[in-house]
Nanobody, 124 residues
Framework: QVKVVESGGGSVLAGGSLRLSCAAP????????VAWFRQAPGKEREGVAA???????FYGDSVKGRFTISQDNAKSTVYLQMNSLKPEDTAMYYC??????????????????WGQGTQVTVSS
């Protein structure tokens, strides 16, 4: 099992920014993709963003234009830069990795390695 460690969550006012980090063993970056998911109380787990080995990125409709996913291979870290945060972005954010690049990036069951989650709270 791979150890995935997320950090960077916290509380911020609407319109503010946060950067989440996902650190994992280097071999994790040899996999097909890494993604961020989020889950708010009473809601289903939602795909936020994903980055593939070749560098392609994908975003959920609700975060397009505001969030950016990136990868630093030297640091074995994936980032999620979140700008223009809204109260509806409040959720537990999870980092996940999959060695298989098939099917939908936003389907959580396609990922086998998960972090513990980091809480993001956005208030007005």
């Amino acid at each position: 099992q791979v150890k995935v460690v997320e950090s960077g969550g916290g509380s911020v006012l609407a319109g503010g920014s946060l950067r989440l980090s996902c650190a994992a063993p280097r071999y994790m970056f040899a996999g097909a993709r890494v993604a961020w998911f989020r889950q708010a109380p009473g809601k289903e787990r939602e795909g936020v963003a994903a980055i593939y080995t070749g560098g392609s990125t994908f975003y959920g409709d609700s975060v397009k234009g505001r969030f950016t996913i990136s990868q630093d291979n030297a640091k074995s870290t994936v980032y999620l830069q979140m700008n223009s945060l809204k109260p509806e972005d409040t959720a537990m954010y999870y980092c996940a990795a999959s060695p298989w690049g098939g099917s939908s990036w936003s389907t959580w069951t396609n990922y086998n390695s998960w972090g513990q989650g980091t809480q993001v709270t956005v208030s007005s």
